[in-house]
């Protein structure tokens, strides 16, 4: 079955305590990207992947690292999380085709910080 | 840079009436469009697409949706709305030469039987 594989589903941690949530798709999609899910400002992109070795910082980057060691995996990284970062972040993958629009979502991530 | 706007934050319809959700964007040229819905709890699903051609595109799920580019606009519509529809409806853009999508804040949609 395709799809796109988000964990933890959900986490609470504590101010400072690195973490990661890891993406993986089974589409061999070169596109990858991650979002932030908050009430009223929609989803807002935090970086995305047109290939391996390839990522650049999407609208709100800040405080977020990105790999893309290989095709399949996209980690988001959160070296020191602050509170201003607990959010529902989900991961999308797509092909590069005609735009990289057609988006296949994960079901998020609920990341608490405290 | 592109940006979209979806005028309502929340519309409330009853089951069997006509929906039609606003989505306006704003972009130099003639973007790549998309409708996602996200169900309570779930990742979002793509609804429909336009990228050139017909104005008016079908999608999934009885949905469709029509660009008019003197107005800027691609709104969702559906005849008839089903219960089954509540979830919440994003609107998105993306640059043709581009490789980033742009959201909308979203528009809720509650269903009353």
């Known amino acids: 079955e395709a799809q796109v594989t988000q964990n933890p589903r959900y986490l609470i941690t504590v101010t400072g305590k690195k973490l990661t949530v890891t993406c993986s798709q089974n589409?061999?999609?070169?596109?990858m990207s991650w979002y932030r899910q908050d009430p009223g400002l929609g989803l807002r992109q935090i970086y995305y992947s047109m290939n391996v070795e390839v990522t650049d910082k999407g609208d709100v980057p800040e405080g977020y690292k990105v790999s893309r060691k290989e095709k399949r995996n996209f980690p988001l990284i959160l070296e020191s999380p602050s509170p201003n970062q607990t959010s529902l972040y989900f991961c999308?993958?797509?092909?590069?085709?005609?735009?990289?629009?057609?988006?296949?979502f994960g079901e998020g991530s609920r990341l608490t910080v405290l | 840079a592109q940006s979209v706007t979806q005028p309502d934050i929340h519309i409330t319809v009853s089951e069997g009436a006509s929906l039609e959700l606003r989505c306006n964007y704003s972009?130099?040229?003639?973007?790549?469009l998309f409708w996602y819905v996200q169900s309570p709890g779930q990742g979002l699903q793509l609804l429909l697409k336009y990228f050139s051609g017909d104005t008016l595109v079908q999608g999934i799920k009885g949905f469709e949706a029509e660009f008019k580019r003197s107005q800027s606009s691609f709104n969702l519509r559906k005849p008839s709305v089903h219960w089954s529809d509540a979830a919440e409806y994003f609107c998105?853009?993306?640059?043709?030469?581009?490789?980033?999508?742009?959201f909308g804040e979203g528009t809720q949609l509650t269903v009353n039987p």
């Open positions: 972009y130099g040229a003639t973007p790549y």
């Open positions: 999308a993958s797509s092909f590069i085709g005609q735009g990289v629009g057609e988006l296949f």
């Open positions: 589409m061999n999609h070169e596109y």
């Open positions: 998105a853009v993306q640059e043709t030469s581009g490789s980033r999508l742009t």
